[in-house]
């Protein structure tokens, strides 16, 4: 998110696609209607449904699923011709908007409309709406990410803002909204297959850099790999690593999958659950650490070589959280961890103690750096203290130096000192942005609550656009523009990231030998601090003042392109608009695209419209919600909203049972609910139950007591084969299914 | 028979709406944001009953409770009761099955309708245990009287047709405005035993139903629901004002048939108890069925 | 401020309310209710009906001349001087009448034993428990928790996730609503 969610009272319009936040956001969602209230902010909602946010919408367009990137080259088509873009803006920090130009021509109104669904008067009246009254910002969420085309849909959303000029602005920018508690801090964390913490990627560079951080030997950590060239790779992601286990498509790995430690993860909930079951049913050991049953536990049949581990709450534990505008928030332990379980922490220590590696694991707690080298500085740690400083030393390309534990301590304990919209501190505060939101580059920056801003020098949150793709591409430089200045910045217009080699040039400095001595490769990697010291004097950002690229050379489309989705309702489409290639290798294993998408015209056999959504009461899996009676009687059962022309074709009257069909074979019986937030062509469903699998009730998996209040099918079982083709995030959001009385 | 019902349910809506625009609950004023409760398109039947409750219902009952009897503690001094000889030939005239039925519903009549009356006056009792046990009994002896109701409606459906000779006997109101003994032509049983009848059968059946509504408050009566287009909560407040109104008439009649058996007509009360019938008194009020009886030699 | 004491009320901005349930799952929790015992509601008329889709939560409102005062056969109503409706457990025999009367559905009424027979009403406290021991065991076991007698919000208002529901004196919740509504016409 480039925003905070405070800063929605200055936009003019905001556009959420993609994004139900008044379902999935409440808190944020209150920033949007209380813009409304304040300053007329105008609100449009595009989704494929009607949901409790749309309901509060000025303007609501019924979008068909996966096809976002046809919807914004509609709009992008319109304000091209009308000369609606920020032409400066553009010119002067964008890259190759001219590719993207040539793309949107071909997306006249008629054919948007004919792939969206939507009508040709509400799209020129939304794009109207939406870029005639700047700042304007957009608001998405799962919506957008979840879907064979996600990442070109995270793409063509920011490439809209900048075609528009809103980026980098008070009411402008993107609210990429987090659906639970931590998401950001997690991924800020690098809870992921496919990086070091802090996007640092798997490279050598990054293994040697984390390595001293860590204080433990390089060599060591190789000796940890089956062979060397693993340590390089993805591992499996989430959404695929069942595919580790049961090996049917192909894998790349140095042996099948053997044993799953499920730590504060709901992998229900993610698709495929028929085959998440065989491979949970496959595998040597489960072990699920946990403070609920997680409802794998539950999902799979096997007897043996399961063990469930009872592990605190958040009120059992003590440190850091990220929330979704990157402020990061302290949380305190309230009590200690209840019975025999214990905290997420312990279990690590004992399971590294157990595996002979605990003391490299916890090294990193016992090191800072003295002179510019990180160096062992005691003989013991404290949790979490010290591994939030780990953190701060360690995690320089986003911007954690400055997230301290004092600092982080006192604007948890001072709420009453900071403005709730702005995020300014008062008093004491003063100068201080609550939660430091990252990029918070040391210890006295107050934090960037809003990205890209160029009027705001950068020790007050100020930057420009990353300099993290080159200094030019086809002969083109990707430095920003001589009048691009950032606020109180000693050098002009653009400049490249900082390293060690060209800090002396572009800051016009002379480092001395000491400083030589000590400094690191380049800013990210700079232990030293050294490079954002010079920084700071030159009122320069460290990751340069770049363009900000529209087209990415390294994917499969650099321009986004409409792909139709891998099950889609429209053959006619598929045929113009097909999807990727088959992938044979992403992560660790092959996906099919194209061959699953022309197999046959799915739409023939299943041809209604799978849309995914949340249910406000339960999140993920909902086992934790569950477990609560008042929460449970909100949604006592597993439901699919459907249209009652739809329903009463098949037969199936409001609250009839019904069997829902996906293409590859699987099945859910759910209740039926008529509704009229979903038109006769989609039905919607809630992915927050478990508990029934195909049909079949579990409840006798439940360890004894432990039973929620509510079970229900998972949605999951049903969502349609798709992953992206970067990140392999499932297809949640557009598939095909068919639907009989049961 | 649609007809009237709609009549009455729009003069029901018609006197609400009136009522709604007067008062700041139920007016525009307070109510902005809240259509309420699955009350769109019903009726609103919620100001009448609260107009109806607050204001009258009450003083009604509490008329009839204490003006009922006093018109028959008047008809007692000034009229006085009818004497028959008890010695004389008997008819037996109700079997056992007839009296158990009776009886029966009798006995349910006897607590209902004094628990009835505490609760309408719960507060003169201050509440608490002992009202919310007069209501209890008043919800567990309507199942008695809810076994019988039918058969008692069915061994008596004949004897309680109306026909020429009741309009006779109410121009008179049945000769009991007079000392004198007179021959009042009627069958087995008169005009106002017939009015009775109907009130305790039908205005029975009523009560039992509007008091369900009432007592289970979420007993679903879809039928009613689709025939009325009326919202749960405004059937559950048409039960009440029925059974308030309806109350009015059975405890009317009510009292006036216990004067009746015990007082008026010295000693009828145990042709209910015994099953046997005075000659005397059949003769005299119930000429009709003399004669018929006489023909049959009955006597 | 005039002399006369302030009238508590609540109001719920639909422009505003969600139907996330917060304040419904609060009032549960602080006042420990039986499940099917919903102090607080809340409902959304023409559920994904475009246009006309609308949310909000209801409870007693604290009626100026409740009708459930009205009609309670056994007068177990009273009303304080800040204007909440308040009654007497001990004294109710669960009639239905206040739920009869009332506008807005708040009469709650707990299954008590065999035969559907109904217990004592339960109803919206604004917080502020029943004519027993402030704060006493006995008070919060019939009634709930009493906020308002420490000083703290109602816990429905105080959950609120869009600040929809508002709760206070008459005269400070209608000028935030008045404000609410000047703000959205700026653009319009």
Redesign the interface.
Known sequence: MTQQFGDAVNA?VIMMIGANS??AN??G??HF??A???????LIVVDPI?T?????ADL?LRIRSGTDIAFVYGMLHIIFKNGWEDKEFIETRSYAMDQIRAEAAKWTPELTSDVTGIPVDQIIQATTLFAK?TPSAIAWSLGITQHSVGSSNTRILPILQIALGNMGKKGGGLYIIRGHDNVQGATDMGNLADTLSGYYGLDDNAWKYFATSWGVDYEWLKGRFFEKKWMNEKGYSLAKWYQGVLQEEKTYSSAPIRAVWIQGTGITSMSQQAKIKEALDKVDLVVIAEPFVNEAAVLTSRKDNIYILPVGTQFESEGTVTATNRSAQWRSKVVEPLYESKSDEEVMFAFAKKFGFYDQFVQGMKMDVKDGKVVQVKNDFKWPDDAVREIARTIKSIGLSGWTPERLRSHQENWHMFDPVTLEGKGPMKGQYYGLPWPCWDDKHPGSPILYRRDVPVAEGGMGFRNRFGLEHNGVSQLADKSVTVAGSKIEGGYPQLTKENIEKVLGITLTEAEKAQMGGSWAMDFSGLIQQKAREAGVCVYGNAKARTIVWEFPDPVPLHREPIHSPRWDLVQKFPTYDDQPKNFRVETKFKSEQQKQDWSKEFPIMLVSMRV??LSGAGMLERT????S??TPEMFA?IHPDLALKHGIRDRDMMWIHAPHGTKIKVKAYH????TADRICLPYNFAGVFQGADLSANYPEGTKPYAIGESSNTITNYGFDVITQISEFNAGLCRVEKA | MRKYIYLIIGALCLASAVYANE????GEM??Q????????ESWKL??L??ML??QYF?WIFLGVLLGVPAVFFMHYKIVGPKVFPHSEKKYYAFNLYNRIIHQVAAVSFLVIVPTGFI?????F????TL??M???LH?IFTIPFTIVVIPMALMWLKEALFNLDDVKWFLILGGYLSKEKQIIHASQFNAGQKMWYWVAILGGITMIFSGAF????DFKMEMLHNLTGMSQ?DL??AA?ILHNVMGFAVVALFITHVYMSMFAIKGAVHSIITGYVEEEEVKFLHNKWYKKLKDQGKF | MSNEMARMKF??????C?????C??AC??AHELP??ISRR?V????????GK????S?AC?H?????CE???????FYIREDGIVLH?K????????C???????APQ?PRDGA????GAMDKCTMCAGGPLETNSEKERHLYGQNRIAEGKVPMCAAVC???ALLVGDAESVSNIYR??VA??????
């Open positions: 003019k008044a379902v409440p808190i969602f209150k209607l209380q409304k209230d304040r300053n007329g902010t105008k009607y409790r946010s749309a309901a509060k609501y009254n406000v009461n609560s009676k008042y929460l009687a909100i909203n509704n009229h937030s979903v | 008062s700041q609950i139920w307070r109510i944001n809240i259509l309420g409760y699955g009350q769109e919620g100001p009953f609260t409750q607050s009450a609760i309408v006056f719960g507060d009792f201050g509440g608490g009202v919310r007069a209501k209890n919800g009432m007592f289970f408050l909560i559950l407040r009440a | 109001y719920c901005d639909d422009h505003r969600i139907e996330c349930f917060a419904s799952v549960a929790e499940t099917g509601k409902i959304t008329l023409h559920d994904g009906v475009e889709e609308v949310s909000t209801i409102m009626c100026t001349d409740a009708p009205q009609v309670c056969p056994v007068d177990c007497d001990d004294k109710c025999i669960g009639c239905g009448y739920l009869y009367a009332c506008p807005f559905g009424f035969f559907g027979h109904k996730s869009t600040n404000k609410r703000g959205r016409g700026q653009r319009s």
